[in-house]
């Protein structure tokens, strides 16, 4: 049986240090550096950013 | 020309025709010029013949043709496999994937098409052996628009009522009117949303409707289906722009997002409505008494 992740957090863009872990995450200073920064890693790894609503932006792979 | 030699010839021609009359090339552009059109008539001769001899074949008392026939029309089994296994190969380059539920139908449809074959050239060196060419291609003629009129599937404009819809955003999460369809973090997509996107819903008619638009397959299949017929506005490394389908869990109701190249809404409207309904995803809860009592 073929087992694939087809759902996969790749990194995590975040204005709020305190709110994440686990992943690579990388650090915005302000909402622009951080629309900049997802936009970048979301064209790269072909992923979607998703804004969980607290400061943080999730880039997954669908 | 002996009766046996006209029945075949016969029976030969009309499955042949037939075979070429089903193979429908219309904007999907399946099979694809030339080759792939020149494999399945090569395929639709050699299912006519097989049906055009075997009715002589019994006349003359020669078994033994008559079971390798037989075993001979296994071998169209090949013909699902290797379409099943190409388009799935392809798959890989498609923007907008058909889904493994479209491609199992477009396979077996290719299969069943030549069986359809089989028994039109058999009716047909039949009929021509009994009374003659004239009512033989009748009869063959009879039986294939009596094949397509049975083969032709729905489509969901039967099951379902497809209507433009507007397009909301709640904070970061983007609706079909009160459909939840995704999360977009990015403000510069979600502006190319509000300008660009275009909507529909489809409002299943009864439970079985209902229940054959739950079904993944078939929605990724009018997906594909509407972004091959108006475009979709994505490239390879913008996964935000696949056009989704997500379903109301209760009412049934299925919402559709596309960020086309042609914003039209009608078309995307007649796009959706004539996109064919799966086998695969065709069930009808509504034959079985538990399915009719929990509709009341």
């Given at each position: 049986m073929e087992i694939a992740i087809n759902k996969l957090i790749l990194a995590a863009v975040t204005t709020s240090r305190e709110t994440v872990s686990g992943v690579p995450v990388f650090y915005a200073q302000d909402h622009e550096e951080q629309e900049w920064i997802a936009k970048t890693l979301s064209r790269v790894l072909e992923a979607i950013a998703h804004d969980l609503g607290n400061g943080t932006y999730i880039l997954v792979r669908h | 020309m002996s009766r046996d030699l006209v029945a075949i010839v016969c029976g030969m021609a009309v499955g042949t025709l037939a075979r070429y009359l089903m193979l429908r090339r219309d904007f999907r552009q399946y099979p694809s010029y030339p080759?792939?059109?020149?494999?399945h008539l090569a395929l639709g001769f050699v299912a006519a013949m097989m049906g055009a001899v075997a009715i002589p074949a019994i006349v003359a008392k020669e078994y033994t043709a008559v079971t390798f026939l037989a075993l001979a029309a296994?071998?169209?089994?090949?013909?699902r496999r290797m379409e099943r296994e190409m388009l799935l190969a392809l798959e890989q380059s498609e923007l907008v994937a058909r889904g493994k539920d479209f491609i199992e139908g477009i396979a077996r449809t290719f299969e069943?098409?030549?069986?359809?074959?089989?028994?039109?050239s058999l009716m047909t060196s039949g009929v021509t052996f009994v009374f003659g060419a004239f009512a033989g291609v009748i009869a063959g003629m009879a039986a294939l628009t009596i094949a397509r009129s049975l083969m032709r599937g729905q489509i969901v404009k039967d099951i379902a009522k497809v209507r433009p819809?507007?397009?909301?955003?709640?904070?970061?999460?983007?609706?079909?009117?009160?459909?939840?369809i995704m999360n977009l973090a990015l403000a510069e997509i979600r502006d190319i949303y509000t300008q660009r996107a275009r909507a529909?819903?489809?409002?299943p008619y009864d439970d079985t409707a209902r229940e054959i638009l739950a079904n993944v397959g078939q929605r990724q299949a009018i997906a594909h289906d509407a972004a091959a017929l108006l475009g979709v506005h994505r490239e390879v490394d913008t996964a935000e722009f696949m056009p989704l389908l997500?379903?109301?869990?209760?009412t049934g109701r299925v919402g559709m997002i596309i960020v086309p190249i042609e914003p039209d809404e009608?078309?995307?409207?007649?796009?959706?409505?004539?996109?064919?309904?799966?086998e695969s995803a065709a069930v009808n809860p509504l034959a079985s008494r538990a399915g009719r009592c929990a509709t009341d």
């Open positions: - | 080759h792939a059109v020149i494999n296994t071998q169209f089994r090949e013909v069943a098409r030549n069986y359809l074959v089989i028994l039109i819809a507007r397009v909301r955003f709640v904070g970061p999460n983007v609706f079909v009117e009160d459909i939840h529909v819903i489809l409002e997500r379903r109301d869990p209760d009608k078309c995307l409207v007649v796009a959706v409505e004539n996109v064919p309904v799966l």
